[in-house]
């Protein structure tokens, strides 16, 4: 589900990406039969992961968090960047990571207003999204071992990204530890299907995006 109607998140209050979300998790709960619930948000796991495993202590409720731990693991001793939005950096989620994975390593928080708004309109990675972006890692090119996209829509972006900050640095994303995580869950809940037959994905959004299929088929690539 893709709440288009109301990204980008990141703009908003922590309140109000508290409602959003509630909300569309409520929705969500009331219209399918759900096994798990993958929040699949930075922002809106920073601002409301907690209230969710709250209100349904009886859903396996998964977030996502930047993947700052494989580039800690990574590169001990190292420069790593999080490029996230204003209230994933903000909220104390991040905070707390920081503090656990940055020890033994230098870690830079850096914005970058815009960049949702650019992939929502399908200009993930164009001349746009380039210039955008060009002023904010410029002065990291060559600095940071390891960037963390802290922002799903980021990775749409990735080629724009890579082109300015150049090979030295590792572009990394918290979603197959995501997806690892899932399945992990499943299992243990005895949830996983037994049937051989392919499974079909629906994907649902509530603005009127003219672009919004597009990024589907870039995701499902």
Sequence with gaps: YGDDANAPYGRCSTERVRQLT?????RL????SVKALVVACNTATS??????????????VIGI????????DRFPG????IMATQVTLREKKLSDLMVRYGENCTISRI?????????EAGQGNTPQTEALLRPILEPYRGQLDALVLG??????????IAKILGEKTLLLDGAEGTARQTRRRLAEAGLL???????????EHSGENPHFATLVRTLME
Excluded: M, N
């Design 22 to 26: 509630l909300q569309a998790v409520d």
């Design 29 to 32: 709960l009331t219209d399918f």
């Design 47 to 60: 601002a409301a992961i907690s209230l969710l495993r709250e209100k349904y202590p009886d859903l396996i």
């Design 65 to 72: 968090e930047p993947a700052l731990k494989p580039a800690a």
């Design 78 to 81: 190292g420069h790593i960047g």
């Design 111 to 119: 914005p970058a207003p815009g960049l949702v708004e650019l992939v």
């Design 151 to 160: 922002c799903t829509h980021y990775p749409f972006a990735e080629a724009a």
């Design 193 to 203: 299907t037994a049937c051989a037959q392919t499974g079909t994905v629906r994907i």
